[in-house]
């Protein structure tokens, strides 16, 4: 059984991208450089394995009754598959579309239902020969529009049926009402994000907002894999020019007589959907998160304000070939992260802000979630507001960023179950001021 690509480009632009395990790095899956831009395509073609069985999205939602994946049991509806000729038999590869590959184990009927359990199986137990290679700038047009993600809610788009357009989305997690607007700026070859959280007084005590104001350059990121004889021949991924702008304000209002701590919703994550013949529930995920906590004194009002800029203007990534272990790729020709001056005031204290963001952290998700590769780029502050009136912040400890690439075994059938390494590291400050 073959499966072939949704979209296709001319090999000769994958070779042009991706280059032989021990080029110069300086593009493709590991690579980077240029200017970011360059032609979006997804190519990829399977030859499935006798004992792979798939089950597609509508077949999943009317067939599929329950799922424990702690014991690794699947019920379905037995007339439902019977109706679709799908056979399901001990020592198949299953695929249930975007969410679950599983190897399965065993197989009962009770009842009209068709009991299924097995284990976790990866990509090559599905795929006998094939290849998946894309080189995608984030928010390519190709693409459909990101899914948004807070904590554990997923929240629908209101409006815009790709990134050609603005994209608003809005909801309530824990009594914050929340509202999320990404829209493509071309001209500048970036994603402008707002994100606003409100929570009103109404009948309660306390009034607080934040707002967020940030950019994503709009990197290229690139997938490199090869399966022969039911084996992971090779693999590489990875991203480059990668670039974020972020500005936060924040201000609360308590005006009842007890202390009041605000825990703000998180993380914020959008998935951009990568769309594949086989439903692999591919997407390359970039989540953030703002700040922690707000402590609000009786009777207090406090606001504070303050930018970052984080630029990685190389490139990161992994390949492996064969049986050798993972290499990393990638140039760094310049790593910046500038944070302004915290601009602070408050009425009354001690007031606390216990400021945390991290810059974005890219993933490569497959299926329900499985992460299989990520680069996180890390950054936190923390500080404390004390006195009436204060302009100022002092930092209650210092702060270090770095650039971690993680990949980990699992879907992709990669012969290794971590790798880590670190492609920049700096200690940022250490305490200032004096917080006691």
Known sequence: MRYVAIRASVLAVLLSALPACGGDGNSGAGGGGGDGGGEDFVDESFELRDEARIIEADLRDEALISVDEETGEYVFDSSALASAGIDIQGGNTLLIADQWLIQVASVSESGGQLIVTGSPASLPDLVDDGFLQWDLGLGSEILPAPILVIGDKVVEAKGGAGLGDSIDYSTEVDGFSISVKVTPNSGARQLDVQIQIDRSAGGGSVDFRAVATGTIRLFRHALDLEIQGAETQSWAFGARNLEFDLEVEVAG??????????????????????????????????????????????????????????????????????????TTDGNNGGTTLEVSEPNTAATAGPVGFTLAFSAPRIALNALADQVTARLDNIYSMAGQLRGAPISGLCIESGAQHSLRGTVTAGFFGISLAEFSHDFYQDDLFKDTGDCE
């Open 253 to 326: 209002a308590n005006a009842g007589t007890v202390s009041t701590t605000l825990v703000l919703p998180g993380p914020f994550q959008l998935r951009f959907p990568i769309p594949t013949s086989l439903p692999l529930g591919l997407n390359l995920a970039v989540s953030f998160n703002l700040l922690a906590e707000v402590d609000l004194p009786p009777l207090a009002s406090a606001s504070t304000q303050f930018g970052a800029t984080f630029r990685y203007q190389g490139s990161v990534g992994f390949r492996q070939t064969g049986t050798a272990g993972f």
